[in-house]
């Protein structure tokens, strides 16, 4: 693998490579039209404890964000269901089952049977580009030197 595109909380960057941020977003609350959250504009961490959620397995890049902020919240909550497609995730927040986190990238434009909520003080999702530190490829080097230079030196 000459680059990778890593997805991790803002509190675990990566270690042993070299890396450049592509992206920073906060994670917002994924939920079906019919939830009783539906109608909020923002929500809290505490607002959610109570729900269930579906979420990617446990120790997932995808779900260590969320896990570290309820965490860190000192709230626990419940993952009944795990999932490794943002495709099943959705579908299962859909039918009303559960709500989600997840970055707003990933939730289909014009979706109207879903509602995204702004969470305050909810997870942050750092999108890295990574590399080998030590001898990077001439593949990633060639494809390193046709990015712009980084926004946020």
Not at 2 to 29: C, K, N, Q, W, Y
Not at 47 to 57: E, N, R
Not at 83 to 111: E, F, K, Y
Not at 120 to 149: H, K
Request: glycine residues 6%.
């Amino acid at each position: 693998m000459d680059v990778a595109v890593l997805g991790l909380p803002d509190s675990s960057p990566p270690t042993g490579v070299s890396t450049r941020v592509l992206a920073r977003e906060r994670l917002v609350a994924v939920v079906s039209t019919g939830h009783p959250l539906a109608g909020r504009r923002r929500l809290r961490l505490d607002d959610l404890a109570d729900d269930v959620f579906v979420d990617f397995p446990e120790g997932a890049p995808g779900r260590m964000q969320s896990d570290l902020a309820f965490q860190a919240a000192g709230l626990r909550r419940d993952v009944a269901f795990e999932a490794m497609s943002t495709d099943l995730i959705l579908d299962l927040v859909r039918q009303g089952l559960v709500m989600a986190m997840l970055s707003p990238a990933v939730i289909p434009s014009g979706a109207a049977d879903l509602r995204t909520i702004p969470v305050t003080a909810g997870p942050t999702r750092v999108e890295y580009l990574a590399w080998s530190s030590f001898n990077p490829s001439p593949a990633a080097q060639a494809f390193l030197d046709t990015l712009q230079p980084p926004t946020d030196t």
